[in-house]
């Protein structure tokens, strides 16, 4: 399967101070210091109080106040909305100047976006993770602006643990452990043994993890989509046979979010789930006594790593070139940019954010996190057709587990209309 692999952090730091150089290049016309720009965000936050909307609101003010002239008109969404608010603004002909969005391909691909290279000065581009700036390409040419990412560990309540008879120091670490252990937290009355999140806003990631952990993925090693290999459909069918069936889920896994059963966490209603570094932060709050562990694999633990990449990305349509290279190259700053993963607990794309989340230890818990990096596997946001071959799994990918379902035609035709995208483009 494809991999994205990260270089060392030092060849990315030597990278970024070798150059001190600024891109050439640039647009003109009449009024262009006196714009409003038009950005369009994803909200980490899981209440109105931690919403992203405030962090984007404080920082367009302050880049205003250096940058008299142009404005940011922020607007966000939650993760389950933004990526067709996005797609309907562009359909409508009136493409924001800037998206903070889960995928950037198609619309590189129809020609609609700016290259990384229009759009910050060296010193910040060269200051990207190098392997999170290679996933950004569409035809070897970067449009895609790494965020922030994240990996995934096995989260699980040491409390509910030791209420079903489970050492709440030792999680599963295969599926037959974890089978095992969501049947005796059932038992004990636990309304979401193992959550399982494959409604429209986290289904793309929790499926990739368990392909990841069935020894499948989404392509092969030359980029080639597997999504209905034989892997693949078994893994499917485990699932289902041996979660869903029997009630250890908690609920239809195709209609229940990631925040969901996040929010269920906190309350103290889960046994174990995915998740990413954001929800030790909501733990935290909800007083829950917490572990995590290695994803559990088919034998054992999960080999490969999920890693999520989401992406920033400034659409032509308006002609906004500099404008959006001044905020860019604000948000990337390493204050600037660290302050939004510190917020979050997500973890840095640049080297020098990185670095300082190296060295303080107020995120000791997220280091476990950023080791995994290095092998992690990134969903194909480089091919033109993973869009709407993202948003097909969002919608069908929990049918595949319901008691009646038939993982072999439901993944089937997820393969056929992401092949039959990829040809036509």
């Not at 797609?87 to 800037?98: R, T």
């Not at 129809?110 to 996933?135: C, H, M, R, W």
């Not at 790494?146 to 050492?167: E, I, Q």
Request: proline share 5%; aromatic share 10%.
């Amino acid at each position: 399967m494809e991999r994205r692999r990260f270089l060392s952090l030092a060849a990315a730091t030597g990278a970024a101070g070798a150059v001190g150089m600024t891109a050439a290049g640039c647009d003109s016309g009449p009024g262009s210091d006196e714009v409003t720009l038009k950005l369009v965000a994803a909200d980490y936050g899981d209440s109105g109080e931690n919403s992203s909307e405030k962090y984007w609101k404080d920082l367009a003010a302050s880049f205003t106040e250096k940058h008299p002239g142009v404005r940011v008109d922020v607007a966000v969404h939650s993760w389950s909305e933004v990526d067709r608010k996005v797609a309907e603004m562009v359909k409508a002909g009136e493409a924001p100047d800037l998206a903070q969005i889960g995928a950037y391909a198609d619309y590189a691909a129809e020609g609609k976006l700016y290259k990384a290279n229009e759009l910050l000065s060296i010193p910040v581009q060269a200051d990207f993770l190098t392997g999170l700036a290679e996933a950004g390409e569409v035809r070897r040419v970067q449009y895609g602006l790494p965020f922030v990412s994240s990996t995934r560990l096995l989260f699980y309540n040491k409390d509910l643990f030791a209420k079903a008879g489970l050492d709440p120091d030792d999680p599963p670490q295969s599926w037959k452990a974890l089978k095992a252990a969501a049947r005796k937290l059932k038992d004990a009355g636990v309304k979401y043994p193992y959550g399982l999140p494959l409604g429209r806003e986290e289904a793309p990631a929790e499926t990739l993890i368990w392909m990841l952990g069935g020894g499948g993925g989404y392509t092969d090693t030359v980029g080639n989509y597997t999504i209905n290999s034989a892997a693949n459909i078994d893994t499917f069918a485990w699932i289902r046979d041996n979660l869903v069936k029997p009630g250890l889920t908690g609920g239809k896994p195709g209609r229940i979010d990631r925040q969901t059963l996040f929010d269920a966490f906190s309350e103290g209603d889960v046994g174990m789930l995915n998740g990413h570094p954001t929800l030790m932060q909501q733990a935290d709050r909800g007083k829950i006594s917490y572990g995590t562990g290695r994803i559990p694999g088919k034998g054992g633990p999960s080999e490969a790593t999920l890693g999520v990449a989401d992406w920033m990305m400034a659409f032509k349509q308006n002609g906004h070139r500099l404008e959006c290279r001044k905020f860019l190259d604000y948000v990337y700053r390493e204050k600037n940019h660290y302050a939004f993963a510190d917020r979050y607990d997500l973890m840095p794309v640049t080297t020098s954010a990185t670095e300082r989340m190296r060295g303080d230890r107020r995120h000791k818990e997220l280091w476990r996190f950023l080791d995994q990096l290095p092998d992690a596997e990134f969903y194909p946001a480089g091919k033109v057709s993973w869009a709407g071959t993202s948003a097909d799994i969002k919608k069908n990918i929990g049918k595949a587990v319901e008691p009646g379902g038939d993982p072999a035609a439901v993944l089937g035709a997820i393969q056929r209309s992401a092949e039959s995208e990829e040809r036509s483009e």
